[in-house]
């Protein structure tokens, strides 16, 4: 099986702001000190994605789920260790990133297809199945400053759908859907995993992941402590045997 996600001995290391007094600030740059606490959101973590594989990131608030997903995504980069993907990654990460708030959804569908790799004419080609989808023709000629999180999500996941990624990442934002769409979200989702495409999903809905995902990975501040069958996982989560 070909490696789609491949994560190598990654940590990533967050630097805490305090608000310090001027004379704080002072005596540390007499003495030459640093003032910044950092923080080791992940620690040594390692694996590999096959082509076709569900994964589910899962963990507690804080454990470093939305980082990892980040760094997969190439958002943000790791400062010890490596991350390489294959083929075209569509993340969906957080709600309206990847949007300009000037622009019109329209616009926006345009610029996002063309950040996942898609040419204006596949874009095009696409165009009226991506607004169809996202339910939001009415005001597809708006600027998206107006859209609420729930229509962000709804033209978001369609410009991503449409690119046709070999690597698909959603972080909880589907959560800002409502119920119908998250449904047709799901079905979306189920049908990309029928079809071979690779997932990573990082959410809280643990009978959701447990159902839709293969494989899990779990999470405890940073560091990696379980990798197994999705259901068993998440029955460790739980607390209901290992
Ligand atoms: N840009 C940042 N600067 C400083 N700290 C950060 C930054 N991003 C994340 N962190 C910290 O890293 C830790 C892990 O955050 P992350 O969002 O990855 O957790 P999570 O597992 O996705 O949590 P949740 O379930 O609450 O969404 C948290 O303690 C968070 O405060």
């Known amino acids: 099986m070909t490696t789609y996600i491949d994560v190598s001995d990654v940590s990533k290391r967050f630097t805490l702001r305090h608000n310090r007094s001027l004379k704080e600030l002072a005596v540390a740059a007499i003495r030459g000190r640093d003032l910044g606490d950092t923080f080791l959101a992940l620690e040594d973590v390692s694996f ?10 899962l963990g507690f608030n804080g454990s470093g789920k939305s980082t990892l997903l980040k760094l997969i995504s190439g958002v943000l980069k790791p400062d010890v260790g490596s991350i390489r993907t294959r083929g075209r990654v569509a993340g969906l990460i957080e709600v309206g990133a990847g949007f300009h708030p000037d622009l019109t959804g329209r616009e926006n569908v345009y610029l996002n297809g063309a950040i996942l790799g898609m040419t204006e ?17 009415r005001f597809i000629d708006t600027e998206v400053k107006f859209y609420s999180s729930g229509m962000f999500l709804r033209l978001a996941f369609s410009v991503a759908v449409h690119s046709d990624p070999e690597v698909f990442l959603i972080d909880e934002i589907l959560a800002v859907g409502d119920e119908p769409f998250q449904r047709k979200c799901l079905d979306r989702i189920r ?11 990082v959410s809280h809905d643990l009978d959701m992941v447990a159902k839709l995902c293969d494989r899990g990975i779990l999470l405890e501040r940073g560091k990696m402590v379980d990798d197994s069958d999705a259901t068993a996982v998440v029955a460790r989560m739980r607390g209901e045997g290992a």
């Open 48 to 57: 590999e994605v096959s082509e076709g594989e569900t994964v589910a990131l």
């Open 121 to 137: 004419a596949q874009i095009s080609a696409s165009f009226d199945d991506i607004v169809a989808f996202s339910e939001i023709e």
């Open 191 to 201: 049908s990309l995993k029928a079809e071979g495409r690779t997932l990573v999903i």
